[in-house]
C-alpha cells in the first residue's frame, strides 16, 4: 500500500500558484497519506511504502543540498509514521535519483527507485542501462521504470537496464510500472510532450488483452514487481494478475466478480456475441479507434530543454495569461 | 436516481446458466435496487426511479400475454417501494416498449420511454420518428434514445424523432443518452455489432470535450433530460454539466476538485503544458490512437437476424462448448 | 476512341485567363482531336466518339440559347469529322444536360450520356434517379455517372439509377466511369471538395484489386459501358478486363505482357513473397497507407453553393493574387 | 540515360521458370539495352550507362568466381558498346558489390555503387556506414542508396553513410534513389517484406510535395546524384527537377506544360479550388487515404533469412503449386 505523496515535496505544494504548501503543509499532506495507507493496509496484511518524486528544486539547477533538503522532509515523516519500506520514483534525471537513494538509505529503509525514462535514456542523455547500473551501485534493492511510456516501450527499455545489469553482475529486482496508454510516437518526455498529453488520451487506453501481454512479457523478462502507473484502472491491475494466476498461485480476488477469458459473454442474448467468447478471439482482434478523421500517430512537442533550461526555472507565481500567450506563440513558431 | 434494475426481469436472470433468478429471485434484485436507490436519494433531494428493459421473453416470440407478466413482476416491486416515475429504456422493438409503457401507466406512474435504437430506426423496420411518435401516442411524457450509438449518431435520431413528432403536433420532453464510445461504423443493431464489443471498446471512447459539444448540441436541438450510458466515466457527466453551467444556473459540486477548461495545467512544470491551458487547444485537437496497426473503422457483424427469427430464442440452458464452435462458424462464414 | 475534347467549350477556352480560345480556337482544338482520334480508331476497328462537357456559361446563369450555342460549335466540328457517336459527360445539373442531349439529338447522332454526381443526385437537388429518367426521356441511348466517386459509390448510385429506370419501365443501357481514388467521404460535389484534389490524392488511389471487384459488381448490376475515369492507368483498365474474361470471349491484348492474378510472382526470388503468388491473398488484404500522421477521411470543403450562385459567375480574366487572399479567408472562415 | 539491363544476369534469367535466358540470351537483351539507351541518349547529350545487380548465384552461396562471372557476362557486353560509365546497384551484401565493383574497375570504367538497404546496414549485419566506406574503398565513384525505402528513411541512411565516409576521410560522391512509396514501418529488407508489395502498394505513394521536401533534404545533405527508384513517375522526377531550379540554373524542359507550385489551380472554375493555388496549401496538408478500414502500418514479413540460408537457394525449375502450399503455410505459422 503505497502513500499518496507523489509530488508531495514542499517545493512542489508551493509551485506556480499551488497554495497547498500553505494551506495543508508538506508534512500535514505527507502524514495524513501515511495515516491513510496504513489504515487500509491493515485490513489485510500488505506492507505500507512511502514515496519521493523528482523536485522543482532540482529542476531550477539549485543543487544537491537543496533538492535533499527537499527530500529529507518528507522522509522525516514516513519514518515517523514507520513505513515499511520506501519508493523513489518518476525521476527523469538519474543524478537526482541518486541523491534522493542517498538520502533514504541514511534512515535505513529498503528502498524501490524507478524513474520515467524509455529507450533513449535519461534527459540529460545518460543512456537507461547506465541508469538502471547507478540506481543499484547508489544502493536501490529494486529498480525499474514507471510512467511516461506503454508497456511495450517500458519493457524495451527494462531489457537494456536488465543487459546493463547483467553486464555489471548487479543483482537487484527489476519494477515496471508503465502507463496505460499507447505511446508509440513518443520521444525522450514521454507522453507528457504528445499533444493529446492530459485531456485527450482516451483513444490510446489499453484494453485488457494489451495488459495480458503485458503482463507475460515482463514476468518472462524476469520482473517480479508487475505494475503500472496512469491510466490504470482496476480491470487492468486484475488482468496482470489473472495472467499470472498460476505463478501467483491462484486468481485475485476481484476475479470472483469476473468470469475469465470472456467467458461470460456465453449469456449474452445475441448468437454473434456469444461467439466472441474465447480468448484468441479478443488476442488477435486489432480494435478501431471509431474516429476516422483522426491520425494514429502524433507528433510530440519535442521542446527539447531539460533541468539546468532557463525555461524550466520553476517559480512560486502563479501563471500568468501574458505567459500563457507567449508559450502558445512559442509552440506554434519554435524558440 | 436510477434503481438498478436493468435487465433485471425473471426470464434474463434464468436465461442461458444465469442463476440470478433461483439464487435471488427477480422480486428480491429489484426491491434491492429500490431501497439503495432511496437511501441514496435520501442524502440530498432527489427523485428515485425504477426501470424496465426488453426481455427475452418478447425476443423469442412468445407475445404480449407473457411479456407483460414479466414487466408486471418488476413494476410491482417498483410501486411497492414508492418510486417517484418509471424509465422504460433499452428496447429495440417499439411494439415492445408500448406494452411496457402500458403496464406502466396501468400503475399510475410518470413514464420515460427511450429505445436503442439510432437513425436507422427499431429492429423490425420501424423508422426512428414513428417510434417516438408511437412512445408519445402509448402516453409516455418523456421520449428518446439510449444507448447502442455515440452522442452525435444518437442526436441524428433524435433530430428526426422531433421532426416526426412536431409534425405529429405532439409535445414530449425528449431524452437523450448516447454512449461514450465513438461508433460512426455501427449499423442498425449498434455497437453491439461491432468487433471491437465488449471489451476491446477503448480506442473509442469519447473525450471530455466530445461531450461538451454533445451536451450543446442535445440542448440546441430542445433535449433537457441529458445523459449517459455505458461507457460515461463520471468525468464525462460532470462535462455535460459544466458545459450547461449558466443554463443549470452554476457549476456541478464535483468542479471544486476540478479547474475549468483545463486552467489546471496553468500549474504544470513543463512550459509547453502550460501552453495547453486554454479550452480552444483542446476543442480543436483531433487526438491520435497511439496504435498505427489497427484501423479507424470495423466491419460490424450484420447478422441481421431480431424477434421472431429462430436463433434469437432464448433459452435457459448454459451455452455449450459446441454451440460456441457452431456461432463460430457461423461467424466466419455466414448463414 | 473518344476524342479528347473535354471541356473543349469556346467559353472554357476563355475561362480565368486561359488564353487556348484565341491561341487555338475552339475549332481549332476539337477538329485536331478528332483527326487524332480517328488516325488511333483505323489501326484496329474502333468507333470514334466526340464529347461534351458541362459549361461556364450554365454555371454562370446564362439560359438555354446561350449554353447550346457553346455545345452546337463543338458539335458542328464533329459532325464535320463523322464521329460515330457523341458522349454529353461530365454535367452536374441535369437540366443542362438535357439541353446537351437536345443539340446531339438534332444532328442525328446516337448519344451517351453520364453525370459526374453521386447517390445525393444532382447540385440543384434533383434525386439520382430522376437524372437517369430524365436523361433517358431526353433520348439518350445509354445513360450514367463519370467520375467525382470512386467506383463503389459510383455502383450505389447507379443502382438507384436503375431502380428508377426499371420503375418508369424505360429500357436504356448503362455507363459506369468512376474515380480511381477512394472516396467515401466525399458529399454532393465529389472529389472536388476534398482537401486533396488535385494535388494530394496519391493515398487514394485503387489497386487493381480494387477493380476486379468494381468490374464484377458493374457486371452484376447490368451495367455493360464499363469503364473509368480520372486516375485509371491502364493496369487498372486491364483489371476490368481480364475480371471480365469470360464474359468478354478472351483476355485484352495487354494481359500478353501480364500474368493473371498475381502468378508472375512465382518467379520471386524471395520465398515469402513467391507465397503471396495467389488471388485470394490479395483479395483480402488491406493496405496500409505508410502515413501514420494521416487521417483515413478528409472533411470536404463543402461550400455548398451552384449553378446560380454569385460566386460562381465565370469571367475572362485571370485570377488575381488579391481573389485568392480572399478566397483562403473564405476557407477559413466560411462564408 | 541508363540501359534497361537490371536483373539481366545470366542466371536470373534462367532462375524460377523464366524462360528469358534460353530465348533472347543474357547476351541478346543487354546489347538490345544498351543500343536503345544510345539511340535514346543520342537525342541529346546524355551520357550512357550500364548496370549489374544482384545474382542469383550470390544468393545461393556459389562463391566469389562464379558470382563475378555472371558480372563480366553483361560488362563484356556494355564494353563493347561503349557505354560511358557502369551503376552497380540493387544490391543488399557489401560483399557481393565490392566484387562488383572489381568486375566493372578491371574494364576501366567510372562506377556508381549504390545498395538497397537502410539505416539497419546490409542483410549480413554490416552498418549501412561501414557498407559506404567499403565500396568507397573498392574504388566506387560515387556511392549511396537505391531502392528498397522512401525518400526520407534513405535519407536517414545516407546521413549515416556520410558521417562514416567523413570519418575515413573518404572523398566520394552520394547518390540517392528512393521508392515512391512511404515505408516507415519497413525493417531490414525494406518493402519486399511489406504484406502490400508489390500489388498493393498504391496507398503509400508519395505526393509531388514529399518530392520536394526530398529534393531540398537531399541536397542539404550534400547528395548531388539525386534520382528515384520504383515508384516514381515523370511528375515525381519533375518536381525534384523544379525544387532545385535555382541549383540546377533553370527549370527543366517538362515545366513547360504545368504551372508551378499549382498555379493552374487559379483557372478552376470552383472558388474554393482556386484557393488552393498556392504551395503553402500543399506542404502542409496531410493527406488521407480514404480507406478507414486499413490500419496505416503493416507488420512485414520479416522471414530474417539471407545469402547463405538454404530457402534461398535458387533454381532453375518453375515453382509448383505445392511448393507454394509449403510457403503459405510458413508465412502463417513461422518456420
Not at 2 to 24: C, H, I, P, V, W
Not at 93 to 107: D, F, R, S
Not at 123 to 150: T, W
Not at 267 to 281: D, E, G, L, Q, V
Request: aromatic fraction near 8%; charged fraction near 25%; proline fraction near 5%.
Amino acid at each position: 500500500m503505497q502513500a499518496f505523496t507523489f509530488y508531495a515535496s514542499d517545493d512542489k505544494l508551493a509551485n506556480r500558484g499551488n497554495e497547498s504548501s500553505k494551506k495543508y503543509t508538506c508534512r500535514g499532506i505527507n502524514d495524513a497519506a501515511c495515516r491513510l495507507a496504513k489504515e487500509v493496509a491493515e485490513e489485510g496484511d500488505a506492507l505500507v511504502a512511502g514515496g519521493l518524486s523528482q523536485t522543482p528544486t532540482y529542476l531550477s539547477g539549485l543543487g544537491k543540498v537543496h533538492t535533499q533538503k527537499e527530500f529529507q522532509k518528507q522522509v522525516d515523516v514516513f519514518v515517523e509514521n514507520k513505513v515499511d519500506f520506501l519508493i523513489v520514483e518518476y525521476f527523469e534525471h538519474v543524478e537526482e535519483i541518486e541523491w534522493a537513494i542517498e538520502v533514504c538509505l541514511k534512515m535505513g529503509k529498503a528502498v524501490v527507485a524507478s524513474m520515467c525514462i524509455g529507450p533513449e535514456g535519461d534527459l540529460h542523455g545518460v543512456p537507461v542501462g547506465e541508469c538502471a547500473v547507478r540506481m543499484a551501485k547508489a544502493g536501490a534493492h529494486v529498480v525499474g521504470i514507471n510512467c511516461h511510456f506503454d508497456p511495450f516501450v517500458c519493457l524495451d527499455a527494462l531489457r537494456k537496464m536488465k543487459a546493463a545489469l547483467d553486464a555489471a553482475g548487479l543483482k537487484v529486482h527489476l519494477i515496471s510500472q508503465p502507463l496505460a496508454f499507447h505511446t508509440p510516437d513518443a520521444h525522450k518526455q514521454g507522453f507528457i510532450d504528445l499533444p493529446e498529453f492530459p485531456f485527450a488520451l482516451e483513444p490510446r487506453i489499453c484494453t485488457r488483452w494489451d495488459m495480458h501481454k503485458y503482463a507475460r512479457e515482463a514476468y518472462k523478462l524476469g520482473v517480479r514487481y508487475i505494475g503500472g502507473c496512469c491510466g490504470f484502472e482496476p480491470y487492468h491491475t486484475r488482468a496482470l494478475a489473472e495472467e499470472l494466476a498460476v505463478e501467483r498461485g491462484g486468481l485475485p480476488k476481484a476475479s470472483e466478480k469476473h468470469e475469465l477469458w470472456s467467458a461470460g459473454l456465453r449469456m449474452h442474448t445475441k448468437p454473434w456475441i456469444r461467439a466472441r467468447a474465447n480468448r484468441s478471439y479478443w488476442e488477435t482482434l486489432k480494435p478501431s479507434s471509431g474516429r476516422p478523421f483522426c491520425a494514429s500517430l502524433s507528433q510530440p512537442d519535442d521542446w527539447g530543454v531539460t533541468a539546468g533550461d532557463a525555461s524550466l526555472k520553476q517559480k512560486t507565481d502563479a501563471t500568468t495569461d501574458e505567459e500563457i500567450a507567449e508559450l502558445n506563440q512559442h509552440a506554434v513558431n519554435g524558440p
